[in-house]
């Protein structure tokens, strides 16, 4: 319950409230399963399960792939967000060059530019990659 509230607390969650339920009020378990429903709510809007970290349920997103690194995260949840798709590291370097020129040039031709935001919904991988490149 404690860490429920710190989260609520720093904005962590994706939504304040729930079914008129205040987030700080949930249980760890509580708190998780409205996460798992806003990052698959995400996962139908945009196409995948990879949230940039600068909203809310991107900072839960990330935190959720810091407690499996660290052996943290319990074996149910991580086969949760492996259901919805969830990638344990995004890093461009993992994907081939030619690829991600495949990726920029597509995003060129539909945008007529190549100022890709660094946190780019569709393609979180080519935002991150423009930036380093």
């Known amino acids: 319950m ?5 989260v609520c607390s720093l904005g962590l969650l994706a939504g304040a409230r729930l079914s008129g339920v205040r987030m700080c009020e949930m249980s760890g378990e509580e708190v998780f399963d409205a996460q798992i429903r806003a990052l698959r709510a995400w996962r139908q809007r945009v196409g995948h399960a990879d949230v940039p970290l600068g909203s809310a349920l991107g900072r839960w997103v ?72």
Request: hydrophobic share 45%; glycine share 6%; net charge negative.
């Open 2 to 6: 404690a860490a429920a509230f710190l």
């Open 62 to 133: 990330y935190s959720q792939r810091r407690l499996r690194e660290q052996a943290k995260l319990a074996p149910e949840r991580v086969e949760a967000l492996d259901a919805l798709g969830l990638r344990w590291k995004i890093d461009p370097d993992d994907v081939p060059w030619e690829e991600m020129v495949d990726r920029f040039r597509a995003f060129y031709a539909e945008y007529g530019h190549g100022r890709v935001p660094k946190k780019y919904e569709v393609d979180p991988l080519l935002g991150a990659w423009v930036c380093a490149v």
